[in-house]
């Protein structure tokens, strides 16, 4: 506990002027707004108030595989330049060298008001989130996350325990009155039905979730469950493994996808993980000339993702699956 009080009395005493500035986003008022969207199309990302992207930029396992630091901080970089400034992380995403995070933390303290910064945890312990929040503050060289998601609900029980006196809910409501987190929001990738347990129980800011496929027995649909129900109660939405399908389906295009996914009403955003100068290019050119797809095409190309729907060699649909996660990131 005083620990906690110490940490909401240095930001309130020392730097109440940052945060003033860093809040300013989450009142709508574009005017007072740190952040430079340099031409690129913008969405206010729901009940945050933040005006973000319609695309972010995944510092997960995509550019976790880019192996020199020098080379994918340029990319990072160089994204934020041309407008790309919401960054999404997580404790657990990293390689054998180096975790996003501590990566990350490499140039974030120089704009750091200038990025809206997304992080997540994957622990349900009190205990253990309250570490994990405080690591994440240490690696990224700040004081605050601009939103920190509960990491992979994995089902109902996942969802329906998250609010137990000791568990995760708790500590990150705790660092949301301190100022510690903005926004509070979670991940999913497996369970339609636990997405949608989550946003009925608790006052999410933002859900994540895992596009284009449903469960291999058919039964649960991403896109028409959770989705539409986080939209309706305000909640900011955003899109990731946008191009995935390509890893299993031949022939589909990945500008195909990322409008597919941008065209669906239910979302804010996209989060797109990028590995190299000609992707983030090809990224950036999709996002300056995006106009929504007709429906003719929407349904060409939800016919030509059936067979992804039905896969059963979808990695985050398998059981232990960590979101990010690139051979063994180190965690110190």
Request: aromatic share 6%; net charge negative; glycine share 8%.
């Amino acid at each position: 506990m005083n620990k906690r009080i110490t940490r909401r009395q240095f930001v309130q005493a020392t730097a109440t002027a940052a945060a003033a500035v860093a809040i300013s986003p989450l009142t709508g008022c574009a005017a007072t707004s740190p952040y430079n969207p340099n031409g690129l199309p913008t969405v206010k990302l729901g009940k945050t108030g933040a005006t973000v992207p319609r695309m972010g930029f995944g510092c997960g396992s995509r550019w976790m595989a880019v192996q020199s630091n020098e080379k994918a901080l340029e990319i990072l970089e160089s994204a934020f330049n041309q407008g790309l400034y919401y960054w999404d992380t997580a404790a657990s995403y990293g390689n054998e060298e180096v975790s996003s995070e501590e990566r990350v933390g490499m140039i974030l303290k120089e704009r750091r008001e200038q990025v809206f910064l997304s992080s997540k945890t994957g622990d349900r312990e009190g205990d253990m989130a309250k570490k994990s929040v405080e690591r994440s503050l240490k690696r990224l060289q700040t004081d605050h996350i601009d939103l920190l998601h509960v990491h992979g609900i994995s089902s109902v029980e996942d969802a329906e325990q998250m609010c137990e006196k000791g568990k995760v809910l708790e500590v990150l409501d705790q660092f949301k009155s301190e100022g510690v987190i903005r926004n509070i929001g979670f991940s999913g990738h497996a369970s339609a039905a636990g997405m949608k347990r989550a946003i009925e129980l608790f006052d999410f800011d933002v859900m994540m979730m895992a596009l284009n496929h449903q469960s291999t027995d058919g039964t649960e649909d991403f896109e028409g469950l959770p989705a539409p129900q986080a939209r309706q109660k305000g909640m900011g939405v955003v899109a990731m493994k946008v191009i995935r399908p390509r890893e299993t389906v031949n022939g589909l295009a990945a500008n195909d996808l990322v409008r597919y996914a941008l065209t669906l009403g239910d979302f804010h955003m996209a989060n797109i993980g990028i590995d190299s100068m000609e992707v983030l290019n090809s990224n950036l050119e999709i996002l300056k000339n995006y106009s929504p797809l007709g429906e003719e095409k929407m349904e060409e190309l939800r016919m030509a993702l059936q067979p992804f729907y039905q896969g059963k060699n979808l990695t985050w649909m398998q059981r232990g699956y960590q979101d990010g996660w690139n051979h063994d990131v180190r965690m110190a």
